[in-house]
């Protein structure tokens, strides 16, 4: 049985493309009012409108998440106009590949900034207000949502530090399982395997035609299908606690 997200808000991180635009779109269907936060403000506002078009809400905030002070913020605007905050996507992040040797330091400060930093920041000024949910919420529940990877279960050559965020993620995910879900908060984490999305247009162009190079036998996952695993967690009644969702295009290795 699958409880709806009517009555419920969401606010979905990283929700100006991929596999977040795909997560707020899923989330209002399901009934959600949703708050969509990233720092490319036009993207936010186009989906906005058109979540609005189907007469559902959704809210646009530009937030930089590695910056502590717009993290808190966009999850304060969130209760202060949805009125409330029951689901928490952590899904902004980078993957920036490439063998350690000789690689750029901006580009492991910039995955441990956001995919980590941002994460934390962003968790920490929800939780008072996912706790605070629980009781009068109509699913007897809040979620977090934390988007890891297969690169945070598998570590390989030439995703070093990207691996060290996601494995840090899932380890993340567990902790806050054992502290938040006996007060009601669920925890979950997502691994998804290769989504096509803007994710590896970031990469250096020698490192983006090698990864190309290893998928391009594959059919990838589209980011509705992580959306839907999504919206299946959050869905679930209250007794039941997805914690782990580990999804890879059938051809992956
Ligand atoms: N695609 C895959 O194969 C794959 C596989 C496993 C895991 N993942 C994970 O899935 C998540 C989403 O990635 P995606 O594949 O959907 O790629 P994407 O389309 O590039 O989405 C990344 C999102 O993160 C946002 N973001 C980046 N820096 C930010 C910042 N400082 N503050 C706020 N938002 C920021 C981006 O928005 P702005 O640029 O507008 O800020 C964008 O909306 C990531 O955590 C990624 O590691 C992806």
């Not at 699913?139 to 988007?147: A, F, K, Q, S, Y």
Request: aromatic content about 2%; hydrophobic content about 45%; proline content about 3%.
């Amino acid at each position: 049985m699958s409880e709806s997200l009517e009555g419920s808000v969401a606010l979905v991180t990283g929700a100006s493309s991929g596999i977040g635009e795909a997560t707020a779109r899923a989330l209002s269907g399901q009934g959600a009012k949703v708050a969509l936060a990233a720092r490319r403000l036009d993207r936010l506002e186009k989906l906005a409108l058109d979540i609005g078009g189907s007469g559902r809400t959704a809210l646009a905030i530009e937030a930089d998440i590695t910056e502590q002070q717009q993290a808190t913020e966009a999850v304060e605007r969130t209760v202060s106009e949805l009125g409330r905050l029951d689901v928490l996507v952590n899904n902004a992040g980078v993957m920036l590949l490439g063998p350690m040797a000789d690689a750029p330091i901006e580009e492991w400060d910039r995955m441990i900034d956001i995919n980590l930093k941002g994460l934390l920041y962003t968790t920490h000024a929800a939780i008072p207000h996912l706790l605070s949910a629980v009781s009068d919420s109509p699913r007897g529940v809040t979620d977090v949502v934390n988007i890891s990877s297969v690169a945070g279960r598998v570590a390989s050559a030439g995703a070093g530090v990207y691996t060290l965020t996601k494995f840090g993620v899932a380890a993340l995910s567990e902790s806050m399982r054992q502290e938040l879900s006996r007060q009601g908060v669920r925890i979950t984490a997502i691994e998804p395997g290769a989504v096509s999305t803007e994710l590896v247009d970031h990469l250096r162009p020698e490192v983006r035609d090698s990864v190309r190079g290893r998928f391009d036998d594959i059919k990838a996952l589209e980011a509705v299908d992580i959306a839907e695993a999504i919206e299946y967690c959050v869905t679930r009644p209250a007794h039941v606690s997805v914690n782990e969702v580990l999804i890879r295009p059938t051809a992956q290795k």
